[in-house]
């Protein structure tokens, strides 16, 4: 665990700042700022993590640097203050690459907090921190925020802002960072341009989303891993079928802008670049013997939508095709890496870090069960594969989903057993418009292992983990329409090291 960040310090712009380094302000040359993006670091490991920036002085015009490549300098130190740097380079902003840059840093020690920062074009960049993953053999506690679902046209990042203050060693983002589309009842701000399907267009809806100085702020407290879902390319795509684009070559095309937009502005290292269409993004991450982390890709593989053939996935139906068990959520091949990872000798807590809800949610009424096809709800011979891979395994198994704009935890079963063999958490929006209070209700009625469900805060979740047990928490913002909203606990919730199952703490 570590302390809450100064945000001003990190921010860095301020008095502070200049006073300390005279040769440098934001303002480049011709008074451009090229850090209109901040700065963000990912993928912790134990002796290393990687560094992210954009040069972009004209954010929302395609950045407005031109072809020529850029140097950009970089340091790491040891302190705030910048007076012990351990390590420091170059790196090669290209045009190719949006002129991002992700340093990939080894040789560094576990478990520790290092600071970092770039200068290019006569600018320096804003200050981030960032945390190494604990010895492989070290048995830490770690404390993680979990977040998902910020359509920016729909609120402010007021969630953000009460993340940046936490002591967290990483947040994972679980999937629609940005919006392809605008949708939802009021807006308190807007996209610029329409649906987004060139690679200049994706690039300016994400320096869109990170212009916020509230994601920025996450950004800069603490190393990320993020995965998508689905609105970072299209809204219910599968694989290579968008119900918006009727060809698969042309929304391939479309994937493939769509993904090379999301690596240059991701904090994660030169093996996620996409080649073409495809891009491999999931992966484990270890935090020694506490923590097992598998970030899972549950968009670009997966079988397409059952019982809806080319329509979108958002009405509530139920057909035997769904049941079929060559139907896969994750692909075969990242399914069959998962499993042989999961035969590992595991960590105390394994965590499933995926876009969206895995427990069974019959929304349906009266006699007629009915199921939202683009969840889990359209795979469910994946998910008890998914669940038979966790029963019986020692250590602890935790599934952290987002997508369903709501809170929910759930005991998780195999079908027609009563042990519980993980423990579910879906930790709301950032922003993004949840479902009716009655539909909430409804489900909990009908689905006695779904524990726990709220849908009308916005928020983020964060998670606790020792020897002892898991701690969560729920965040709520009072008013996601208000830039400094007031953000407080909405439930808290344990898991007892040995015994899955949700129990409710005090709200
Ligand atoms: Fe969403
Ligand atoms: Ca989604």
Redesign the pocket.
Same mark, same amino acid.
């Given at each position: 665990m570590s302390p809450p960040l100064s945000r001003r310090r990190v921010l860095g712009a301020g008095v502070a700042a200049a006073l300390a380094l005279p040769a440098f302000g934001s303002r480049g040359q011709g008074g451009r700022d090229p850090f209109t993006l901040g700065v963000a670091s990912g993928c912790p490991r134990p002796d290393g993590v990687v560094l992210w920036t954009r040069l972009a002085p004209e954010p929302l015009q395609g950045g407005g640097l031109g072809e020529a490549p850029v140097a950009v300098a970089w340091e790491l130190a040891d302190d705030e203050q910048f007076g012990r740097i351990v390590a420091r380079g170059t790196a090669q902003a290209t045009a190719g690459d949006a002129h991002s840059v992700h340093v990939e840093l080894t040789g560094l020690e576990p478990a520790r907090h290092y600071w970092y920062r770039f200068t290019a074009l006569g600018a320096r960049s804003p200050a981030g921190r960032t945390r190494t993953a604990p010895a492989a053999q070290a048995m830490a506690p770690v404390r993680f925020a979990f977040a998902?679902?910020q359509?920016y046209e729909q609120g402010y990042y007021a969630a953000y802002r009460d993340m940046a203050a936490q002591p967290l060693d990483l947040v994972v983002h679980l *999937? /629609?960072y940005i919006?392809e589309s605008s949708w939802g009842a009021r807006f308190v701000r807007r996209h610029e341009g329409g649906i987004p399907t060139q690679l200049a267009e994706f690039r300016d809806r994400y320096a869109l989303y990170k212009s916020d100085p509230d994601l920025q702020a996450a950004h800069a407290a603490c190393p990320w891993l993020a995965v998508w /879902?689905d &609105?970072e390319v299209a809204n219910d795509y599968t694989d290579d079928v968008s119900p918006r684009t009727a060809d698969p070559a042309q929304f391939l095309a479309i994937r493939a802008a769509a993904y090379q937009a999301w690596y240059e502005h991701m904090p994660v290292p030169a093996s996620m670049r996409p080649r073409g269409p495809h891009a491999r993004i999931h992966g484990r991450w270890r935090f020694g013997q506490m923590l097992d982390l598998f970030m899972l890709d549950g968009r670009q593989y997966r079988s397409h939508h059952a019982c809806l053939p080319g329509r979108s996935a958002s009405p509530l139906v139920d057909c035997s095709d769904r049941l079929d068990p060559s139907r896969t959520f994750f692909g075969a091949a990242q399914e069959a890496w998962l499993e042989a990872q999961l035969a590992v000798a595991p960590a105390r807590w394994t965590v499933l870090a995926q876009p969206t809800l895995l427990a069974t949610a019959d929304r349906g009424a009266g006699l007629q069960p009915a199921y939202w096809m683009d969840g889990w709800d359209g795979y469910p011979a994946a998910r008890e594969r998914l669940l038979g891979a966790l029963a019986g395994r020692p250590g602890n198994a935790l599934v952290i989903g *987002?997508?369903v &704009?709501a809170f929910w935890a759930a005991d998780l079963r195999r079908a027609g057993q009563d042990a519980v063999v993980a423990t579910e958490f879906v930790g709301g929006?950032i922003t993004?418009e949840g479902p009716s209070a009655a539909s909430v209700a409804a489900m909990l009625a009908r689905n006695p292992h779904l524990r726990y469900g709220h849908a009308d805060r916005r928020g983020y979740a964060m998670m606790a983990l020792d020897r002892r047990g898991c701690d969560v928490e729920f965040r709520a913002v009072d008013d996601e329409k208000d830039r400094a909203s007031a953000v407080r606990t909405l439930q808290r919730f344990a898991v007892a090291d040995g015994a899955p199952g949700v129990h409710l703490g005090a709200s």
């Open positions: 998902s679902c359509q *999937g /629609d919006y /879902d &609105h *987002g997508d &704009h929006a993004s």
